[in-house]
């Protein structure tokens, strides 16, 4: 009974956190449904558990909002695998809008669309003394190709750095 206790109240803190972060950085109100998968992805990631989730809804129907935010609380570099150029430069774009209430928290770059040059100023930022005190999300959308061909070396480069918070 006091495991169940205390996973409950943990979970507590895990559901209030993806719920604050939502408003705050996106000014939506999450689904319930939102809160369980959000709440789960945070707590298996910070507990370095891991957690394999599939999530299945139609379009339009808030995958973004939970992936956007569980990168958000995690800090750190997310990458989002996009089948289609155009669905990484679109999501790209609308999570730069979606945080506008706070633009420091998070910000998203197409790899597809970056110069080797672009690349190069990322790689000099995580470098940098800069990058370990910045408290912002970067979320990388990036076709499978980008990934495997044009950029594995920048991909190698952020694991060796170990900068990757969720994919």
């Known amino acids: 009974l006091t495991t169940m206790t205390t996973n409950t109240t943990e979970m507590g803190l895990y559901t209030s956190l993806f719920i604050t972060r939502c408003k705050s950085t996106f000014n939506l109100t999450p689904h319930d449904w939102q809160v369980e998968v959000g709440s789960e992805l945070i707590k298996s990631n910070l507990d370095a558990e891991p957690f394999r989730h599939l999530c299945v809804r139609p379009t339009g129907g808030g995958k973004s909002l939970v992936f956007n935010t569980v990168a958000d609380v995690l800090r750190g570099v997310t990458i989002c695998i996009c089948p289609l150029l155009?669905?990484?430069?679109?999501?790209?774009?609308?999570?730069?809008?979606?945080?506008?209430?706070?633009?420091?928290?998070?910000?998203?770059?197409?790899?597809?669309?970056?110069?080797f040059s672009a690349i190069g100023k990322l790689k000099a930022f995580f470098e940098s003394d800069a990058y370990p005190s910045c408290n912002t999300s970067i979320v990388l959308f990036a076709s499978p190709q980008a990934i495997s061909d044009r950029f594995k070396p920048f991909i190698q480069f952020l694991i060796r750095r170990n900068v990757i918070s969720f994919v």
């Open 86 to 115: 155009s669905l990484g430069a679109d999501q790209a774009q609308k999570l730069l809008l979606k945080s506008g209430l706070d633009p420091l928290s998070i910000t998203a770059f197409h790899l597809d669309e970056l110069s």
